[in-house]
């Protein structure tokens, strides 16, 4: 019986998708941890976070939106102590909002996919089936 490999995925608005499959976005923040560690796709989500947009300077009307669009790394995991370790990294993880607790997702390796694939997402990190990319 051949068994199929599954594949994390994780949802975020744009432009945050786009600036981590770009590679400029290497640091994803959340609220809550993880013990994942590895390959996911990037997921952009159908929701898009305007007024972080707008304080990035980012045009997001032609952002893809409800499809996996890219691949990174997930490689370690960073808690935020305080808002000062937070806002000390602004240019990897590009937040506004601080809250506790809050962790940061260290990535690598990202890059966009040939061809984005319409897919519904999910919260936290999601299994899918590898083939899709």
Sequence with gaps: MHRRKSLKC????????????????????????????GKFLVHASKAIDTESAALLN???????????????????????????DFLAD??????FRFCEPKYGFLLKSAKRLNKSVPMIGRLAFFDIDQQIY
Excluded: M
């Design 90 to 95: 602004k240019e990897k993880h590009f937040g």
């Design 58 to 84: 980012i045009d997001c009307s032609k952002a893809i939106k409800g499809a996996a669009i890219g691949i990174a790394f997930l490689y370690d995991v960073k808690k935020y102590a305080n808002k000062e």
């Design 10 to 37: 994780l949802s975020l608005r744009q432009p945050y998708a786009d600036l981590v499959v770009t590679g400029r976005k290497t640091i994803e923040t959340r609220k809550w941890n993880t013990n994942f560690r």
